[in-house]
């Protein structure tokens, strides 16, 4: 019981944590830019929430854990890790092509 509410709290806290990301993105789009933004960020916040997806998953189905938490809440920093390598990717081949012209 006890570790089933503290998963709760860390999934819960991982996702207010998360919101720095989506503020990024969010100012990210109204900009059309990532200037500014380290891309070594990026890929750390892809490799984490990959791995400790991975790690929980493996560790809920494999040996009956509790670890879905983790998981679960990962999934969500994995998922915004991939929307901000997409923004990096499309304004900075806008960035190239508008300065061809």
Known sequence: MLVSILGAVAMIASFFGSLGLLAQIWTNYQKKSCEGFAPP???TTILIGASWSAYGFASYYLEHSNALFIAIS?????ALG?????QFIVYKKRKKDSTLQ
Do not use: E, G, S, T
């Open 41 to 43: 960020l990026i890929f």
């Open 74 to 78: 990962n999934l969500f920093v994995l």
């Open 82 to 86: 991939c929307i901000l390598l997409y």
